[in-house]
């Protein structure tokens, strides 16, 4: 299955290359977001708060990875999905997807990191712990909107639909998220935030335990 997993992955990097315009996009996107947040809630006045500053960026990165996940399933006509199901297994197929977005949006938070630093400053004390909540984050992000895309794509592409299915699992992981980068960004002690890091792991693993049973009998429908 690994074998089928990295020929998957390497098929999505290179159709990202071949389509720049999509990746290129979601990069605009996150600058511009950055930018308008400069310019609209006081940053150039130096007014801007530490709580302010970490959840600005968790909703910019939230809308990023969703922007960059929607077309997980969406860009694959019915063709090349048949293709799919005949030369490779439905957890194979899951799995590199849940991979392949992590990466993705690990990229795009790790851009949104350094625009916000350049142009919003850069309060956080505990660097590490940060980048460590970051990589859960994404994989979080990445494992539950995989998934509902799929569900998505078989109801007819529906984005209303994928966004109330997401919206009970990324809530959770989005409030453990902001919690963890604020305890980062204060400098405390790590031990304050080990109950939330084992908790957003455990979300992340439950999400990707239940997309790897799940999506064969989504797939084979």
Not at 69 to 94: D, N, T, W
Request: proline fraction near 3%; charge should be positive.
């Amino acid at each position: 299955m690994w074998k089928q997993v990295m020929v998957l992955i390497n098929k999505e990097l290179t159709l990202e290359w071949r389509q720049k315009y999509a990746l290129n996009g979601i990069l605009l996107y996150v600058v511009s977001a950055v930018f308008i947040t400069y310019l609209s809630v006081g940053a150039r006045q130096g007014t801007l708060t530490v709580p302010t500053w970490n959840a600005l960026y968790w909703i910019i990165i939230l809308f990023s990875a969703v922007n960059a996940v929607a077309k997980s399933f969406v860009q694959e006509h019915q063709g090349r999905q048949l293709y799919y199901y005949m030369i490779a297994s439905p957890e194979a197929i899951i799995v590199s997807k849940i991979i392949y977005n992590t990466l993705l949006t690990l990229v795009l938070a790790l851009l949104g990191y350094a625009v916000f630093s350049l142009i919003l400053g850069n309060p956080v004390q505990d660097q590490g712990m940060f980048m460590l909540n970051l990589i859960l984050g994404a994989i979080g992000f990445s494992a539950c909107l995989t998934m509902v895309s799929g569900i998505a794509s078989k109801a007819g592409n529906n984005g209303t639909l994928m966004a109330i299915l997401s919206f009970p699992v990324i809530i959770p992981i989005l409030l453990m998220a902001i919690s963890i980068s604020k305890n980062a960004i204060d400098g405390l002690d790590r031990g304050v935030s080990i109950d939330k890091l084992f908790t957003l792991l455990a979300i992340n693993s439950i999400v990707g335990a239940v997309s790897y049973i799940l999506f064969p009998y989504l797939w084979k429908s």
